[in-house]
């Protein structure tokens, strides 16, 4: 999956990771790319929202098979 942010035209398209949440890394990309305007930044703002996100969820799912 590709995105490109459409206000910037010389910016290169931003590809998806393949595992786990392509589309919140793909909104935490835009968003961080609307506040700060540097693809680099927000690369790293959209990687680690979305992994901080999978560390949640695997979280849960441990607490919920432990109460089980």
Request: negative net charge; contains cysteine; charged residues 30%.
């Amino acid at each position: 999956m590709m995105w490109q942010k459409s206000r910037v035209n010389d910016q290169r398209m931003e590809k998806t990771p393949d595992e786990y949440g392509a589309s919140i890394y793909l909104e935490a990309y835009r968003y961080a790319l609307d506040l700060c305007d540097n693809p680099a930044i927000a690369r790293e703002v959209a990687a680690l929202f979305s992994k901080s996100l999978e560390a949640r969820e695997q979280t849960i799912t441990k607490f919920a098979t432990q109460q089980a």
